[in-house]
């Protein structure tokens, strides 16, 4: 039975608005629009972005048009396959690409009205962070610029949307190039680019484009986690590839070209890098005028222990008695396992045991 709060339903009966069709295949509609006048494509996009649900509602569209575009053209690259709803209402959706991927991808609904969507650029992840779930799952393929705005665009067709984070499944900087188009797209959709934010660790090749190609004041977020190369490597396998030095230049660089400071993710994990000595190592290493530290209670993934709410305080004033800017992120989704580093689609399994496997044991 699912657990009190916590409702898993299949795409025939979404909790939220039933019957409707997805957004659409960007690069299909194009093709066949070949001929048209070069407004349709910006008319019908306007619509899908403002979260239409069909071809129907686009009434300045032809009819004829309309009904070519519904046979021709699937109104979305994603099919809703499964929505978790917890207890504090975020919403995790499993969407699978037309050749089988399983994406996942979050609303959050935060008290002071912000609806945040974090969005996956891959489906499963190449890399092997130790403490993310998403790294133990198969890795399928990076994710096209439709399939990425498919899923904020499922949402906004529920309610308005206002943040978007690059925080769900996958490395965005192996993804470059469709986690830009797609973040491009977003105003439309009513996601400014101070309020869009992309998250690395730290792959060099694709954050240097980020930081050269991206005049767009997008937000940018490292995923540190330890304050020295030893502890990084053994937590992030990627760090013996691009270390710490390198990954901080480049960070320092956007800063010096963006005049935007740098968010650092710092998950914390009880007696592996929650230290005393670890905070004020971090203090030494991040300079106050360019980063702002978020640090990130551990969601559980098995395969660690999350530090002490008594441990991420102490360590937190440590940051900020240095002159750091340290907040604590506010956890949402755990029991549905939507938070950090807990995206890891499950195989299609029916809907209650879905949600008891997604449930932390
Ligand atoms: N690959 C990118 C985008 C994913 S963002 C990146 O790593 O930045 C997901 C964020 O959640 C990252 O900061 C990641 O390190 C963090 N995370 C991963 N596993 C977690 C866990 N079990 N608990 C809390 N945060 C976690």
Known sequence: MPRDGCVAVSLRRSITRAGYREAVDLDRLEQVLHGEPPYRGRQIWAWAARGAAGYEEMTNVPAELRSRLATDVPFSTLTLERESLARDRTLKVLFRTADGHPVEAVLMRYRD????????????????????????????????????????????RLEEIDHLVFMGMGEPMLNIDAVVAAGRRLPDVGIT???????????????????????????LALSLHAPNDALRSELMPVNDRYPLADVLAECERYFELRRRRVFVEYVMLRGV????????????????????????????????????????????????ERGLVATVRLTRGREIAAACGQLAAAPPVADAAYVSQATPT
């Open 113 to 156: 009205g912000r609806r945040s969507v974090c969005v996956s650029s891959q489906s499963g992840c190449p890399l092997t962070c130790t403490f993310c779930a998403t790294g133990q799952m198969r890795f399928g393929r990076n994710l096209t610029a439709s399939e990425i705005l498919d899923q904020a665009l499922h949402f906004r």
């Open 273 to 320: 890098n929650d230290h005393y000595a670890h905070a004020l190592e971090l203090a030494r290493l991040l300079d106050p005028r360019i980063y702002k530290v978020n640090l990130i209670p551990y969601n559980p993934t098995g395969m660690f222990d999350g530090s002490t709410r008594g441990a991420i305080d102490a360590f937190r004033d440590a940051l900020m």
């Open 193 to 219: 680019h101070r309020r869009t934010t992309v998250s690395t660790v730290g792959w060099l090749p694709g954050l240097r484009r980020f930081v050269d190609e991206v005049e767009e004041p997008i937000r």
